[in-house]
């Protein structure tokens, strides 16, 4: 089974965790983004100083690339409205990384979509709705379903989805969304684009919004109608368990999050500045990192419920909620419905 991402292996991740090695790293060209998203991880960016220049966002990749990593993931603030993205595209595909990119696709014109399916790029866009004023009210933007659907055509007309031109769609299961999601999975499938439904990690622009929230009992159920969907129309079995639909996130094993202004943290729900590249090698950050360290030995560190699951084995719950919540990266993750402390709420 492929975990974190769709891409990796259990096996790649137990060699690269053995070898101390990473399979990728994920990387904000910038934070600034012309949505409002609800549920955010990012506070309000409109513009952003001290952010990492070209050169210094090249070093850091190639530095990647020297740990193992061949697979970078671009994140933002919005990467298709990234003035260089170009450039940075041509950097990746001569260095021979697989690029991933998660984007609103307010930037992704005909002409960019050329672009992404020529560096095939695999694309995450981000859709929470099919509904137009869902949408807009997520997005915090008016016009956002719009740009959202045309980017949608104009991936198509370059060729996505297709064997060599992974196309997912980024979702974030909330309260104004989760009625819909079991018909939006099956038209994705029936689409043959990856669905990427996730649980929202309960931190910045989410903390301000609990109208948001979903408790742990209805996640499990929607997790269990979208397992059903997929065994019964689809042929494709798995077991139901969060905080990614249909997949496991142990991205900490093999992974990093490198922020536009240089801060290395664990995931971007982790939000533990191990240090910051302008002072340090990655190499020596991920190494010294006593967190790191302690996600990778995550079955003796992790605490409560998360540490005595049936699942421990293969999951550590959300890193990023367990912080979020209750300060504690290592402590049991309250959003999963497994917790019996989740539970009792």
């Not at 790649?12 to 609800?38: G, K, P, Q, T, W």
């Not at 992974?166 to 989760?178: D, E, G, H, K, P």
């Not at 029936?190 to 408790?215: K, S």
Request: glycine share 6%; net charge negative; hydrophobic share 40%.
């Amino acid at each position: 089974m492929q975990i974190y991402n769709l891409e990796f292996t259990e096996q790649e991740i137990r060699e690269a965790v053995a070898a101390d090695r990473l399979l990728s790293m994920e990387i904000e060209f910038s934070r600034i983004c012309n949505f409002r998203c609800s549920y955010c991880y990012v506070d309000e960016k409109v513009e952003c100083g001290n952010e990492l220049s070209r050169s210094e966002i090249k070093d850091v990749i190639l530095q990647a690339g020297e740990l193992g990593a061949r697979k970078i993931i671009i994140l933002g603030g919005e990467p298709s409205i990234y003035p260089h993205l170009v450039e940075m595209l041509s950097f990746l595909r001569a260095e021979d990384f697989e690029i991933e990119m998660f984007t609103n696709g307010s930037g992704i014109d005909k002409s960019l979509a050329s672009v992404l399916a020529e560096a095939r790029v695999r694309v995450a866009l981000k859709m929470n709705s099919r509904d137009e004023k869902i949408q807009d009210c997520l997005a915090g933007k008016k016009g956002a379903f719009q740009i959202i659907n045309r980017a949608l055509t104009n991936l198509k007309e370059a060729g996505y989805p297709s064997e060599e031109l992974f196309l997912a769609i980024s979702t974030v299961i909330c309260r104004q969304n989760i009625k819909e999601l079991p018909s939006m999975w099956q038209w994705l499938r029936e689409e043959n684009i990856e669905p990427y439904f996730e649980v929202m990690t309960p931190q910045a622009n989410a903390l301000e919004n609990d109208w948001l929230n979903i408790e742990p009992g209805e996640l499990k159920t929607l997790f269990a109608k979208l397992s059903a969907i997929d065994q019964k129309k689809f042929d494709r079995n798995w077991e139901p368990q969060p905080p990614l639909v249909g997949n496991k996130c142990m991205r900490h094993q093999v992974s990093c999050v490198v922020t536009a202004t240089g801060d290395v943290m664990p995931c971007v729900g982790v939000t533990i500045a191990l240090d910051n590249i302008r002072n340090n090698t990655l190499a020596s950050i991920l190494k010294n990192s006593e967190v790191v360290n302690n996600l990778k030995n995550y079955r003796q560190t992790i605490k409560g419920e998360c540490h005595t699951c049936e699942k421990a084995a293969e999951c550590y719950g959300c890193r990023g909620a367990a912080y979020q919540l209750t300060g504690d990266y290592l402590a049991s993750d309250p959003t999963c419905w497994r917790n019996a402390v989740a539970g009792k709420e």
